[in-house]
């Protein structure tokens, strides 16, 4: 695992996360993908936010990210960790487009990304889900636990207001098989809180889940 200084330093200092900064500068001009343009902002909120999820992902894993927009946490983490895969899953097909430009444009091999919604997604085929800004935990916990194995982690990116989204979660999460292992609190450089909650898959999610509809956004498990 990597502490705060060593993930900070590769925030700001890799060459392909720096080529990736203006390649994302250079396309978000064209297709608007991210509000984040300023260089600092970038380096802060985008890379060293992302890449904080690492000291959850195990040796090797298989990591779907559930709407990658611009690539977040997908392509940093892909960069620190070469030991694992990852799938981006975005419904914007622009994005998805970035993603996979940036990826080959960078030589990243262990990374791509696909244009789907995270409902269709197959069941149970990934060790690790990661997901920054898509949705509340409860909503979320059913667009990611059903594409989990059992004994796998979601890793969700949230702000200061963690607990009560735990909170706000908790039936979903014990309906869907998952269990709250820890809500780790940091800051970022540029000083706003965040918090990364770590659930674990304990059993199978009921086939039934997810819903159909986008009821899991309209009518989230309560
Ligand atoms: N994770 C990125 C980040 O932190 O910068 C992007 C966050 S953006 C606010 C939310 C993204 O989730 C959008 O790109 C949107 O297209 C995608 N999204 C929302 N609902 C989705 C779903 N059900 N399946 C797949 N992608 C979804």
Known sequence: MYD????????????KLDEF???????????????ITEEAEIVSKHFYDSLVG????????NVCDIGSGAGFPLIPLALLRGDCSFTGVDSTQKKVNF?????????????????????????????????RAVA???????????????????????????EEEVRAAAK???????????????C???????ALVRIRKVSPTPAKYPRPGNKPRIKPIS
Do not use: M, W
């Open 136 to 162: 509340a935990l409860n909503t979320l916990a059913e667009y990611c636990l059903p594409v989990l194995k059992v004994g796998g982690v979601l890793i969700a990116y949230k702000g200061s207001n963690a």
């Open 99 to 131: 993603i996979n430009a940036a990826c080959a444009k960078l030589d990243i091999k262990n990374c791509y990304a696909v244009h789907a919604r995270a409902e269709d997604i197959a069941k149970e085929s990934f060790t690790a889900v990661t997901s």
């Open 188 to 194: 970022l450089p540029t000083g706003e809180e965040r």
């Open 4 to 15: 705060c200084l060593q993930l900070l330093d590769f925030a700001a200092r890799n060459s």
């Open 21 to 35: 900064a203006k390649f994302l500068k250079s396309e978000n001009a064209k297709y608007n993908l991210t509000a």
């Open 172 to 186: 979903a999460l014990q309906i869907l098989g998952g269990k709250t292992e820890e809500i780790f609190r940091y």
């Open 54 to 61: 690492e000291r959850f992902l195990e040796e090797g894993a």
